[in-house]
């Protein structure tokens, strides 16, 4: 049973490069999550999707898109990176809004 | 104001020592609570839930004071192994939890 499970662990993209971080959960999750962790910030919610199918924005979706594939996987993209987007980016499975979340393991994500 | 706040830290503790850290919310509608545990380079992880009153799982207590809005996080004995950020996570109406920027403890010998 992996969990949630997030590829790639690392990436170092130059600006205006884009990419996919994608997300996958076998624990039968209706709700997945992005969030974003910076230094003395927290962990800030990028989009979510409360269903199969549903897709909605959280506290700081611009740059930013996402797809919920299916019920197992929940991807991000970035369509131009730029610097302030260099970040810990953190794919999350849950029930519901007022559940508990499972992290997967993270991807590092530095935009020179 | 933030909708969720907690004192950054660090909190250095000895080992044995007991120590509580604090998280407020400023949705008073707010209904679930959560600690999770953040080692360096890690993924959160669950530690506890307090839907009510509150949780004891052996040295860690959780508390929920919903007149003043904070939810407290209790650590008995403390650990070497203990040494981590403590996030606090809430319900605030969307649906999906939001988090304050943790909590660093720091046990030492």
């Known amino acids: 049973n992996a969990g949630v499970t997030q590829t790639p662990k690392f990436q170092v993209l130059k600006t205006g490069q884009s990419m996919t971080l994608q997300c996958a959960q076998d624990?039968?999750?209706?709700?997945m999550y992005w969030y974003r962790q910076d230094p003395g910030m927290g962990l800030r919610l990028i989009y979510y999707?409360?269903?199969?199918?549903?897709?909605d924005k959280g506290e700081v979706p611009n740059g930013y898109n996402v797809s919920r594939l299916n019920k197992r996987e929940f991807s991000l993209r970035l369509e131009s990176a730029a610097p302030s987007q260099t970040s810990v980016y953190f794919c999350?499975?849950?029930?519901?809004?007022?559940?508990?979340?499972?992290f997967g393991q993270g991807t590092r994500l530095t935009v020179v | 104001r933030k909708e969720v706040e907690q004192d950054p830290g660090p909190f250095n503790v000895p080992e044995g020592a007991t120590v509580a850290f604090n998280c407020t919310y400023s949705?008073?509608?707010?209904?679930?609570f959560f600690w999770y545990r953040q080692d360096c380079r890690k993924e959160p992880k669950l530690l506890m839930s307090?839907?009510?009153s509150g949780n004891e799982d052996g040295r860690f207590t959780a508390q929920l004071n919903r007149a003043s809005q904070y939810i407290s996080l209790l650590i008995r004995d403390s650990k070497l192994s203990d040494s981590a950020t403590y996030l606090c996570?809430?319900?605030?109406?969307?649906?999906?939890?939001?988090f304050g920027s943790g909590t660093r403890l720091q046990v030492q010998p």
């Open positions: 999350a499975g849950g029930q519901g809004g007022n559940t508990e979340a499972f």
């Open positions: 624990m039968n999750h209706n709700s």
């Open positions: 999707s409360a269903s199969e199918g549903t897709t």
């Open positions: 949705n008073s509608a707010s209904q679930s």
């Open positions: 307090v839907y009510s």
């Open positions: 996570g809430a319900d605030t109406g969307r649906r999906a939890l939001t």
